[in-house]
């Protein structure tokens, strides 16, 4: 009976009214014990709570996936694509959203990592909000915490057609003493590739102008990554601390691709031309975090970050008998950044944030081989976002933000710039109850400068053209605009949206020649304009045994300034998962995508997926296949910038093939607790009862 109220009172806390700021945080022992209480949620899934909808995973859900990302894939958010084969996810607008892990910011790797029976519900934020200022879009999994105990968990994946060419291998052990979590991890994938790659024909507008057509005939691309992990938690009624160190490294040993190489008329020799490349990545990396709540309804929430990169990079290209050009590069990246967010609830529906984010990044590279040079780049900049937040009688809620962002980034033989940028935004939605939503946000944003576009270096391409860097490029203006409904019923939840966004001093490729030399480089110009408007539902039937859900969109983009183009597509996906006893079907289609970006038309086949899963316990299998039906799979991208023009396609192999996922997970040390049922359809408050 004890277990029943404390479960009770959380889901009550949780939904009944809680400002968003507070809600996750609030009452942590409380949530301790529901979520420890392994409670099954029963009716609707989905909660909409001013500017985010929590979304709870079903028993079948859970069980039907091995990873994280696995279980966002069956939650079927209706907003989201998730592409459980590749790992990723994208909005509806094709943009990602950033991930977070009980409030901590995070990447798709590490909620992929993430055990499914420890994701108690995951927050989606589609718009702009003060409890985390500075994103367009978050998704937050808030997982389970445990007393004591410890699990471990182990993953296998293994592409077996065409041939072993992709393995992913990890296993992770986390222990709980009390307050405190310790959790290592320890990976390692490869990825072999034998397609032939890239064919297609480029134009040189010289004075005597030449079209070169390449026709690939060989190509061998092998990688190798390694990760390791530790990380501690400190957890009390009210604070959580954390802190993790980790390796990555990466190693690309082999990467040979022939082509043949004819040009029309004939300015150099028909010839076979061969590209050899090799690459090395060592990321060192640590993390602090610390969320704490210092009084009644005030948060305060501090992270830092620091990653070192040591990476090398060796790239031969020889045609025929022509001179062979030879780039061997040595880079080095060091990158800190920090931010530091205060929420206070003030009275009468109201609260203040004051959100401050610095982050320094220094790069170096030094080349050696045909062209000998060096680039340097040191970017900085401290961003400040206060924000006010009001809701009138619990349902329109207003948030306003002044946001001020100052930057200065030094290239070496250049100098430095310094930069202050506005970031203001203003966001707003209605609650009509507890199942309707509405929402309206206007926001603006900067880019950051790179050193591989921001550099006065040059590095030769082959024996007529060299690549440029511009340093005077300027910064990006990024404004976006979203409107939108929601509707969460308890088998059905729908989603209408339209995003519009505007990248002005657009940075683009540009080309021009010198003499008999075509030289690559880059230009600010005009302005990319993209809009979206679409739905999308998801749908459970059969007693939740099947899911269905479906995406249709309208995308328009135009480019202006020089090399001014459009793109109009309608794109549209399907997805279903059918469960029956310990078996999970799952299918999934969308589009053929076309894509405009400042200086490049790119196209992507189709992509379409079937798996077959079974659970037992702890133990999870599956099989899967991907786009079996398709001949071969390209990757087409386009362009005509006047003295340049391309148009080629790239072959992969893997993009067709099937896998085998194994994996196995028990708990040890846990107590076992008696799950108890919840109903939360009844009534519009959304508070669930018994």
């Not at 410890?150 to 065409?162: A, E, I, K, L, Q």
């Not at 062979?324 to 203040?352: G, M």
Request: one cysteine or more.
């Amino acid at each position: 009976m004890e277990k029943k109220i404390l479960a009770s009172v959380a889901l009550a806390c949780c939904f009944a009214g809680a400002s968003a700021q507070t809600a996750p945080a609030a009452s942590d022992s409380i949530y301790r014990q529901m979520e420890l209480g392994g409670v099954t949620v029963e009716g609707r899934t989905a909660i909409q709570k001013g500017d985010y909808t929590a979304y709870m995973p079903t028993q079948r859900q859970v069980d039907a996936a091995n990873s994280g990302i696995g279980l966002l894939a069956n939650m079927m958010i209706p907003k989201l694509t998730v592409d459980r084969v590749s790992g990723t996810v994208k909005n509806a607008n094709n943009t990602a959203p950033t991930i977070y892990i009980d409030n901590r910011k995070a990447d798709a790797m590490e909620a992929d990592r993430l055990r499914p029976k420890d994701i108690v519900r995951v927050e989606y934020y589609d718009q702009p909000s003060d409890e985390f200022p500075g994103e367009q879009s978050v998704l937050n999994f808030i997982t389970r915490k445990y007393g004591r105990g410890g699990y471990v968990d182990v993953r296998t994946s293994t592409t077996f057609h065409p041939g072993l060419n992709v393995g992913g291998y990890s296993a992770q052990v986390g222990f709980d003493m009390n307050k405190m979590n310790i959790t290592l991890l320890a990976g390692t994938d490869f990825d072999r590739e034998d397609a032939v790659g890239t064919s297609g024909t480029e134009h040189y507008a010289f004075d005597a102008p030449f079209t070169k057509q390449t026709t690939a005939t060989y190509g061998l691309t092998k990688q190798r990554n390694y990760y390791g992990k530790m990380r501690m938690t400190y957890r009390t009624d009210k604070t959580t601390a954390y802190a993790d160190i980790g390796l990555g490294w990466g190693e690309t040993p082999t990467d040979r691709h022939s082509t043949l190489v004819v040009y029309s008329p004939q300015a150099y020799p028909d010839a076979m031309a061969t590209t050899t490349t090799q690459s090395r990545n060592a990321t060192p990396q640590a993390t602090l975090f610390m969320e704490t709540r210092p009084g009644k309804g005030q948060t305060l929430r501090v992270q830092a970050n620091y990653a070192y990169g040591n990476n090398t990079y060796r790239r031969d290209y020889t045609e025929g008998g022509l001179t062979p050009v030879i780039t061997d590069t040595k880079e080095i990246r060091n990158n800190f950044d920090a931010h530091v967010k205060y929420t206070a609830d003030l009275r009468h529906n109201n609260s203040v944030t004051l959100y401050i984010w610095g982050f320094n990044t220094w790069s170096k590279a030094d080349y050696i081989g045909t062209i000998d040079a060096g680039q340097e780049i040191q970017d900085g900049g401290l961003q400040l976002l206060p924000m006010y937040t009001h809701t009138f009688a619990k349902k329109l809620r207003i948030g306003i933000q002044p946001g001020l962002y100052w930057e200065r980034y030094y290239i070496k033989g250049i100098g430095a710039t310094r930069k202050i940028q506005g970031r203001p935004t203003i966001s707003t939605s209605y609650s009509i109850n507890s199942k309707n939503s509405l929402y309206a946000n206007w926001s603006m944003g900067t880019s950051v400068p790179t050193m591989d576009l921001y550099n006065n270096t040059e590095q030769r391409v082959n024996q007529y053209t060299i690549k440029r860097g511009n340093p005077n490029l300027e910064i990006e203006k990024l404004h976006f605009v979203d409107i939108g409904y929601s509707l969460a019923l308890k088998n059905v939840n729908l989603s209408l949206f339209g995003d519009y966004f505007i990248a002005a001093d657009l940075t683009k490729d540009f080309y021009t020649t010198e003499g008999e030399t075509m030289v690559s480089t880059y230009m600010s110009d005009g302005a990319l304009h993209s809009c979206i408007a679409g739905g999308a539902v998801a749908w459970s039937l059969l007693n939740r045994s099947l899911q269905l859900s479906g995406q249709l969109m309208y995308k328009g983009q135009r480019l202006t300034g020089v090399y001014s183009a459009h793109n109009d597509r309608m794109l549209f996906s399907l997805s279903t998962n059918y469960y029956i006893k310990n078996f999970t079907l799952t299918a999934m289609y969308s589009s053929k995508m076309s894509e405009l970006s400042g200086s490049q038309w790119n196209e992507t086949p189709a992509q379409y997926y079937f798996t077959a899963s079974w659970h037992h316990k702890g133990l999870y299998a599956e099989i899967g296949c991907q786009r079996i039906f398709d001949k071969d799979y390209k990757k087409r991208q386009w362009f005509d910038f006047g003295t340049y023009s391309y148009d080629r396609a790239t072959v992969y192999n893997n993009m067709c093939s099937a896998w085998l996922k194994i994996s196995y997970s028990f708990d040890f040390g846990r107590k076992k607790v008696e799950r108890t049922e919840l109903e939360v359809d009844r009534g519009s408050s959304g508070i669930m009862k018994m």
